[in-house]
Structures are given as C-alpha cells and as structure tokens.
C-alpha cells in the first residue's frame, strides 16, 4: 500500500483551498453579471432544461450534500429552493456553501493544522465512498465547471450572452488568484515556479 508524503499533502491542502476558492469566485462573477432577466427564463427546447436559477441552487445543495455526508463535523448552510430563489440569495448561500467545501478539503489533503475527520469522500448517499485525495477536489471542480458552461450556454440562447470580460474571464486565472487573495499566484513561491514534489 502506498501512502502519500506529508508535505506533499499538506500544499495540495493549501492548494485546493485557493483553488476552491478561485471555483467559487468564478460562480459569483457569472451571477452578478448576467442579466436578471435570463435568471428564471425558460431555456428554449422542448426537453426540460433546468433555469439558471435551479442550475445556481443546484450547486449550493450538492455541496451541502457533499459536506453533510463527507464531513458531519462541519456546519451545513440551510439548502435553496430554486423556485423562490434570487441572484443576491445564490450568491450568499454560495459563499456560506464554499466556506464548509474549502474546511473539508483542507482537512481531507491536509492543509490545516488540525487532525483531519475526513475519512472519506461521499459525493451522495447510492455512491461508493472514496478515500481522500485530489481526486475529491477534481470530481467538485468538474461538477461545477459542467454546470457554469450550462450556465453560460443557456444565457447565449435566451439572448442574454454574458459580457465578453466575464466569460473570458473566468479563464484569467493569474487574475483569479490575484482577486482571490493570492498575492502572485498558485505555484509560485518568490517569483520562480516551485515543482510539484513527487517523492
């Protein structure tokens, strides 16, 4: 059985956290930019197609799903009803839902002083459990990049495209980080790339 190396782990704990958060800034930026009129707009097609609204509430209740099943010991933001659910409501619950996320991934890969109580990663109840690693932070990222091209999708063909500095923006992660909190940036450590330790 192989096991991982502690100070590897520890900075893909620090990592994900910044990471997590970069995730969640790029969710606000497209709420706060996008037209209130395509917030409850009904997507064209005759196959039903969540709105944006249930898309935003979606991602909010998945992760509290992810944090209540995952990490119990951690505080779970109250769920949303995407029938009655406003931009400014999203974007709150999202920030309350992206708090507990970074705390669990920070105790599942090890960047936080305190003994992790995350044994296992449960995405939802029929799901089979998976240990702790990265591949718990990049199964949340994909999750919530699928639904922000849904939602970038569907703004586009209700005639509401979000601003060309929005949905290119969510792509300028040097900036990203920088908005985030991150002086210069993921990788770097006094103006030179750090490699990623492998043993």
């Not at 505080?75 to 507990?100: D, G, I």
């Not at 199964?139 to 209700?158: I, N």
Request: net charge positive.
């Amino acid at each position: 059985m192989t096991t991982r190396q502690p100070k590897t782990h520890t900075q893909l704990g620090r990592a994900a956290v910044q990471i997590f958060a970069a995730n969640d800034y790029m969710n606000q930026m497209l709420i706060e930019h996008l037209d209130p009129a395509a917030w409850t707009a009904k997507p064209p097609g005759k196959t039903p197609t969540r709105t944006i609204a249930a898309i935003f509430t979606h991602l909010h209740n998945v992760r509290c799903k992810w944090v209540r099943l995952t990490a119990p010991h951690l505080k779970v933001p109250p769920q949303l009803n995407r029938r009655h659910c406003t931009p400014r409501q999203a974007r709150t619950a999202l920030a309350e839902s992206a708090a507990p996320c970074a705390e669990m991934l920070a105790e599942a890969l090890g960047g936080c002083e305190k003994a992790s109580r995350v044994e296992k990663f449960l995405r939802d109840g029929w799901a089979r459990p998976w240990p702790p690693g990265p591949e718990m932070l990049c199964y949340m990222l994909a999750h919530e990049a699928h639904h922000r091209g849904q939602v970038c999708m569907l703004a586009h063909q209700l005639g509401f495209p979000l601003p060309k500095e929005v949905a290119y923006g969510i792509w300028n992660w040097e900036k990203l980080w920088k908005d985030c909190g991150s002086p210069v940036g993921l990788g770097y450590k006094g103006g030179t790339i750090q490699p990623t330790p492998t043993e």
